[in-house]
């Protein structure tokens, strides 16, 4: 397949490093400044070696990737809320254009999903997001399997800055404004990390498994979310002396999405540890399927877009 990859960011930059190996060729790569197309494939080394330098990824415009020869567009643009802008356009533009769309962009799934189903239906293109959840961990494609008509909950751990934060103040006794600043330092907390310990992220993807297993009508606003920042260290203390820990966990159930901190048994499947996310299904006839792995990061996430690409009908 020929992509057309619009964001730069880590997982942008890992699926157009990642393209060559799984038998695709990247035709053009946007950033939100700049561009470069080549119907032939570009030089994609070259393009990361031109951003780290000078902060571009070529000298065209974003709109010149848009309008190149490409199969299926990859739209790994940050996730925004309400209008899920810009990416919710690039999707537009591909879809009326009958090329495939996979998104790492989290926004138009969760704040748009009727629209882009609807774009969907007047396309010959197929839209996949199997990286907007979780990362590496194929939820989406197995609650698909398993038939969503037959999936009665998900629930999990589904944003490893959180879980970090939840672990350290467990194990160690620290208080959460001590193990932000450890996080920051680490890499794993964003220096806002309001999305993340704020519940936000996490919503989203419940939002997005919402829609999957009840065929869309859902966004953020539908979604119950409390945050992890007011869990005091003395809660979690607590917790231990009962055999018990907090994490912040997302439920999709009975029409119903909630996201907050909550007590669960120390050995529990749903007590994993560090950025470690997992998803766990409820079914009707499979009963309870646990999935774990690693939640986010570049080459894991680009694994899911790669995967989907993989999954896409032959143009």
């Known amino acids: 397949m020929k992509l057309c990859i619009m964001g730069a960011g880590a997982v942008g930059r890992s699926v157009a490093e990642l393209a060559g190996d799984y038998g695709h060729t990247v035709t053009a790569f946007a950033d939100s400044s ?17 951003k780290d330098e000078v902060g571009r990824v070529g000298e065209g415009d974003p709109a010149d990737a848009l309008g190149a020869d490409y199969d299926v567009l990859v739209e790994a643009t940050p996730t925004t809320l309400g209008d899920a802008e810009p990416g919710f356009s690039h999707v537009e533009a591909a879809l009326q254009n009958d090329r495939h769309v996979v998104l790492a962009n989290k926004g138009p799934v969760a704040e748009r999903y009727d629209d882009l189903r609807a774009l969907e239906r007047e396309s010959e293109g197929t839209v996949r997001f199997e990286a907007t959840v979780a990362g590496a961990i194929p939820a989406i494609a197995t609650i698909e ?31 959460y404004e001590h193990v932000l600043a450890e996080a920051q330092d680490l890499g794993v907390a964003e220096a806002d990390p309001t999305f993340d310990v704020e519940g936000t992220d996490a919503a989203l993807k419940c939002v997005i498994l919402a829609n999957v ?5 859902y966004s953020l606003d539908d979604a119950e979310v409390d945050g992890i920042s007011d869990v005091p260290a003395s809660a979690l203390e607590l917790a231990r002396e ?40 409820e079914t009707e006839h499979a009963g309870r399927l646990n999935v774990s792995g690693r939640g986010a990061g570049g080459p894991e996430t680009a694994s899911a877009v790669l995967a989907d690409v993989g999954r896409l009908p032959d143009k």
Request: charged residues 20%.
């Open 213 to 217: 297993l009840y065929d869309g009508g």
């Open 145 to 175: 399997g398993l038939d969503p008509d037959h999936v009665t909950a998900v629930r999990g751990v589904l944003n490893g800055t959180a879980n970090f934060i939840l672990t350290r103040m467990a194990t160690e006794g620290l208080s």
């Open 242 to 281: 009962d055999g018990r820990t907090v994490r912040l966990i997302g439920e999709v159930s009975g029409g119903e999405v909630r996201v907050g901190p909550r007590l669960v048994p120390e050995h529990d499947t749903l007590a994993v540890t560090g950025t470690q996310n997992i998803v766990q299904l």
């Open 34 to 50: 700049s561009a470069v197309v080549d119907a032939g494939g570009i030089d994609v080394e070259q393009a990361l070696a031109h």
